[in-house]
């Protein structure tokens, strides 16, 4: 951490704030005296340091971070892979390729278990559907809740897949506990309080990255939940905001290696939502893998203009079907390249 001192303080004024920072901090403090103004450059553990309250120090002119502000996710401190192991034995991250499908919300009994049965036939390893749904409209179907997550167990039963799906409040984590992978959409990645919660169990998470989240604010997220004792976080790139109107979103496939290059986390593409469009999915789905996307969370209903909600992005089982073996295959392709 680099900060510039004000014209004009004085030796006493330095000596102090040098102290206080060695003592508050633990970190070594180099002094650079120029003509015009002082630079003090902290080494050490700065990731805890509170950058805003150094900036209003009255002595302070400006404050630079040279180091990421967190460590857990970072891949400085961790250089290999992290490697989720499910307690049924599946894994994520490290290179395995994992397709999570599902439909957007979960309706009914025979919905879920057809999609399923076929979203699993098809290749895919984890059944994704939503029974808590974070709606742009309070007039929209706001998910079937305990049911639904009940409806999800009798679809893990019959097909052997696990589930993921979303919670919106931490007073529903005991809700959640037999949910294999804990989903937290975008609009929640950044409800704190969820996050802290969340970082008290050991449940697998799947971080969504929020509409308007920089890459590092994601991954302060993620150390969010790592902090309190968590290191089971699944990052997910779902598509951004941005001034472009075509798309319901625009997929930062950039942040696929920008994210492997900084953390060690898995990373998996949501293509479904990044895009809002099925037609799209599969040349997204097939960039994601290129980029080096530990997985995909794909969209997928039996029928798709009666869903409840996302039935304009969603696929039909049959276009999953030539989606997943697309994709398998690139995967294969791509695996020989790498040998
Ligand atoms: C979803 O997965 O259905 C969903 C609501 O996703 P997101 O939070 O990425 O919008
Ligand atoms: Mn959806």
Partial sequence: MIIVLKNGTTPEQIKAFEDKLQSQHRVKVNIWQGVESTVLGLIGDTHQIDIESIGAQPIVESVKRVQEPYKKANRKFHPDDTVITLPGGQQIGGGIFHIMAGPCSVECESQIIEVAERVKAAGATFLRGGAFKPRTSPYSFQGLHAQGLELLRKAREKTGMPIVTEIMRESHIDMFEDVDIIQVGARNMQNFEL????????????????LSSTIEELLMIAEYIMAGGNDNVILCERGIRT??????????????????????????VDPSH??????????LAMAALAAGADGLMIEVHNDPSHALSDGAQSLTPDQFDHVAHHVFAARDALSHLAD
Avoid at 243 to 268: C, G, Q, W, Y
Avoid at 274 to 283: F, L, R, S, Y
């Fill in 243 to 268: 001034f472009e109107t075509s798309m319901r979103n625009t997929l930062d496939i950039s942040a696929v290696p920008m994210l492997k290059k900084k953390s060690h986390l898995p990373v998996i």
């Fill in 274 to 283: 990044a895009a809002g469009i099925p037609w799209m999915v599969e040349p």
């Fill in 195 to 210: 996050l802290k919660e969340l970082g008290k169990t050991k449940k697998p998470i799947l971080l969504k990255r929020g």
